[in-house]
C-alpha cells in the first residue's frame, strides 16, 4: 500500500488561510485581493453535482469566519421561471473542523437549476433533477478506458508496455501485458485495480433497469474483460495471485515509465510474485462476479474465469488479519452465488463468525461512548480494555468487515447467525459512525480511532483513553494522503444498509443520507469548496497525473490534513500526489456506491 513518490515538500493551504498577497506596485486595491481570496478559499460549502427532488436530504454549510456570520441565505433559480426565497442560517452546534453555519431546505422538490448567495458571496450552479448523480455514469466509466495498459488509447497514449514484465526473484519474462494504469503514474497494482472490476460488475448488477443514458451491460463487460486479461496472468501455477507489476523493486519509484516495447531490454519492469491472502481473496471475488455477468452472452469465458477463481480459493488459507477475513467472506458470497456450492455457504459461516469476533461490542478504553468498530483483535468482544487492543485502520477499505458482514446476510439470508450479522452492521453504524459524523458540520466520518496519542500531533480527545483524527496521521508514517477512498467506501456500506432496510420495509433514510454526504463532501461539500473528481463541478485542482494529464471522471485522493488535523488541499498546481493524485479506488466506490443508492432509494 506503500505506493507513493513524494515529490519534495509541497506546501498546502489549509482551508480558510489567506494566499499570501504579491508585492504590488503602487497603492495597494484592497478590495480586489479579498475578492480573490474569498474566491480561493469560499466559505459556501455546498454539492456542486445538485441534488435528487426527494432522495437524500439538501443542506447547506457556511464557515463562519467573519464575525457577526452572516444570518441568512438566499436561493434563486437561474433558468427561466423566475423564483427565489431567502431563508435563516443557523449556527451548527457540531464545531470540529470549524464553527460552521447550515441550512437545511430539504422540502425544495420543484426542479430547476439555481445559485445560493450568502453575503456576496455566490455558490457554484447546481440542478435539483432525478439524475443529478446518475448523469455522471458514464463519464465516471469512461475513466478506465483512459487508463488501459497494453493497447494504444486514442488521445491518451499510443501502445504502451507490451514488455511487461519480468519476475523480480528469478528474472524470468511473464506476459503480464493489459490491466489498467492505477493512478496518476504507470504503475499496475492488483489490490486497487481488482477492486476497478469488482465495483463494475456490481455498477451492472445494481443498473439492472437502466435508464436512458446509463452505461450499457456491454460497454461494462467490454471494460472488465480487459482488466480480467491481466488479472488471470497473475495467478501463479499454485493458484495463488501475485502482488504487482511495475510497482517498483524496493519500494521506489523506478518502475514506473514509458518503455520501448521490446521483451529483454534494460527499460522491462518488474513483476513482485509476493502472494497477498487479501489479493486472492479480491481475485476470487472477481471471478465470482464475472462467472455471473458472462454466463449468458460468453459461458466458456464464464467457466475458465470461475475455475481461476475457485483455485484461488482453494490454494489460499483464508485466515489472516480482519482485512483477509473480510474479503475472503465476500469471496464466498460470489461464489457462492456463481455455483450454490455448501462448501462456500460453510466457509462464509466460519468467517461470519470471525468478523463478528472482532468487532468491540462492549465499551473499551474507559469510555461509554462509541462501540461497534472493528479491531484487529479475535476477542474484541470479550476485551474491552486492554493495552494491546488495536482498532481497525485502513484508509481504503474502512467499511469492509461491515460490508462483509451485510453481503452474508444478503446471500445466507435463513443461516442462523444472519440476525447477528446484520445486528453487528446496525452496531457500527448507530453506535460509532453516525454518533461521530455529528461532531461536524459536513458530517464528515473520521478516518480513525487511536488510543491516546500514539505520534507527536493532533488526535481530537473523544472520551477515555479513545481519540480521532479526521485525516491520518502525518507523523506516523512517509504515506498518507487524501480521504476519498475512506469516504467512498462508507458511502457504499451506508448506501447498502438503506438498500437493505428499505427491502425490509424498514426505512433507510438515514443512512441514505449520510452516504450522500460523503459523495458530496468529495464533489464540492468541503471546506475549499473545490470538485475532486476532472470534469465535473468547479474549483477542481490539477490532478498530479504526471503522465496523461487530465481524465474525465478521474477522482484525486482528495482533502487531508496537517498535523492539527484541519484540512488541507493543493490548489496551487504543485502536483500534490497526497491531495491531488488520480486513484483507482475512489473512482471505483463512486461508481459503486451512486449506483447503490439509485438502487436503493
Ligand atoms: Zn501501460
Same mark, same amino acid.
Given at each position: ?294 454466463? !449468458?452472452?460468453?459461458?466458456? #469465458?464464464?467457466?475458465?474465469?470461475? /475455475? =481461476?477463481?475457485?483455485?484461488? @480459493?482453494? $490454494?489460499?488459507? +483464508? ?84 460490508? !462483509?458482514?451485510?453481503?452474508? #446476510?444478503?446471500?445466507?439470508?435463513? /443461516? =442462523?447467525?444472519?440476525?447477528? @450479522?446484520? $445486528?453487528?452492521? +446496525? ?84 443512512? !441514505? ?89
Amino acid at each position: 500500500m506503500n505506493r507513493r513518490n513524494f515529490l519534495g515538500t509541497l506546501a498546502t493551504l489549509p482551508a480558510g488561510m489567506a494566499v499570501p498577497a504579491l508585492a504590488q506596485e503602487g497603492p495597494p486595491v484592497v478590495e480586489p485581493v479579498e475578492k480573490e481570496t474569498a474566491r480561493r478559499t469560499p466559505t459556501i460549502a455546498l454539492n456542486h453535482m445538485g441534488f435528487r427532488p426527494r432522495s437524500g436530504r439538501k443542506v447547506l454549510v457556511v464557515r463562519a469566519t467573519v464575525s457577526p456570520p452572516p444570518s441568512h441565505y438566499t436561493l434563486r433559480d437561474i433558468g427561466s421561471e423566475p423564483f427565489h426565497f431567502t431563508r435563516p442560517l443557523k449556527l451548527s452546534p457540531s464545531s470540529d473542523l470549524g464553527p460552521c453555519l447550515t441550512a437545511d431546505f430539504t422540502d425544495l422538490e420543484r426542479l430547476g437549476m439555481y445559485q445560493i448567495t450568502v453575503g456576496e458571496e455566490h455558490s457554484v450552479p447546481f440542478f435539483i433533477r432525478e439524475d443529478a448523480w446518475r448523469r455522471t455514469l458514464p463519464t465516471v466509466v469512461g475513466y478506465y478506458r483512459w487508463q488501459r495498459c497494453g493497447v494504444a488509447v486514442p488521445g491518451v497514449h499510443p501502445v504502451c508496455h507490451l514488455d511487461d514484465a519480468r519476475r523480480r526473484d528469478n528474472g524470468e519474462h511473464v506476459d503480464e501485458v493489459g490491466g489498467w494504469h492505477d493512478a496518476g503514474d504507470l504503475r499496475k497494482w492488483m489490490d486497487p485495480t481488482l477492486l476497478n472490476a469488482i465495483a463494475l460488475l456490481n455498477l451492472d448488477r445494481n443498473l439492472a433497469a437502466r435508464q436512458p443514458g446509463d452505461p450499457s451491460t456491454e460497454q461494462i463487460l467490454e471494460e472488465v474483460r480487459h482488466g480480467n486479461l491481466y488479472f488471470l496472468k497473475m495467478q501463479d501455477t499454485d493458484g495463488r495471485v501475485w502482488h504487482d507489476t511495475a510497482g517498483g523493486i524496493n519500494g521506489d519509484n523506478s518502475d514506473n515509465h514509458w518503455t520501448d516495447n521490446i521483451i529483454g531490454t534494460p527499460d522491462d519492469r518488474y513483476i513482485n510474485t509476493k502472494k497477498l491472502e487479501h489479493i486472492s481473496a479480491m481475485f476470487s471475488t472477481l471471478q465470482g462476479l464475472v462467472s455471473q455477468a458472462y454466463r !449468458a452472452p460468453d459461458p466458456a #469465458y464464464a467457466a475458465r474465469c470461475l /475455475a =481461476a477463481g475457485e483455485r484461488a @480459493w482453494q $490454494a489460499n488459507a +483464508r485466515t489472516g488479519a480482519t482485512l483477509d477475513l473480510a474479503w475472503w467472506a465476500l469471496a464466498d458470497c460470489e461464489l457462492h452465488r456463481a455455483t450454490g456450492k455448501t462448501a462456500y455457504r460453510h466457509d462464509a459461516l466460519r468467517l461470519g463468525k470471525q468478523l463478528l469476533a472482532r468487532q468491540n461490542v462492549a465499551f473499551a478504553a474507559g469510555q461509554k461512548e462509541v462501540r461497534g468498530y472493528w479491531t484487529e483483535s479475535p476477542s474484541a468482544s470479550t476485551a474491552p480494555s486492554s493495552s494491546h487492543f488495536v482498532p481497525y485502520f485502513n484508509v481504503v477499505y474502512p467499511a469492509l468487515p461491515a460490508m !462483509a458482514l451485510l453481503n452474508l #446476510y444478503e446471500t445466507f439470508p435463513t /443461516a =442462523a447467525d444472519a440476525p447477528k @450479522w446484520k $445486528a453487528a452492521v +446496525r452496531r457500527h453504524l448507530d453506535e460509532y459512525v453516525l454518533p461521530m459524523s455529528e461532531r461536524n458540520a459536513f458530517r464528515l466520518i473520521p478516518s480513525g480511532l487511536y488510543l491516546g496519542q500514539p505520534t507527536p500531533e493532533t488526535y481530537r480527545p473523544l472520551a477515555g483513553e479513545l481519540t480521532y483524527r479526521y485525516f491520518m496521521p502525518v507523523r506516523k508514517q512517509f504515506w498518507w494522503q487524501g480521504i476519498n477512498s475512506h469516504l467512498g467506501s462508507y458511502a457504499l456500506l451506508l448506501g447498502e444498509f438503506a438498500r437493505v432496510l428499505n427491502g425490509e420495509n424498514g426505512s433507510g433514510t438515514v443512512y !441514505a443520507d449520510l452516504a450522500y454526504r460523503q459523495l458530496e463532501w468529495i464533489m464540492g461539500a468541503n471546506p475549499f469548496g473545490a470538485c475532486l473528481m476532472t470534469a465535473q463541478g468547479m474549483r477542481n485542482p490539477f490532478p498530479h497525473s504526471r503522465f496523461v494529464g487530465l481524465i474525465p471522471g478521474g477522482i484525486m485522493n482528495g482533502i487531508a490534513g496537517n498535523e492539527k488535523d484541519e484540512p488541507i488541499l493543493d490548489q496551487e498546481f504543485l502536483i500534490d500526489w497526497r491531495t491531488c493524485e488520480y486513484w483507482s479506488p475512489h473512482v471505483a466506490y463512486y461508481l459503486w456506491s451512486v449506483s447503490t443508492l439509485e438502487s436503493s432509494v
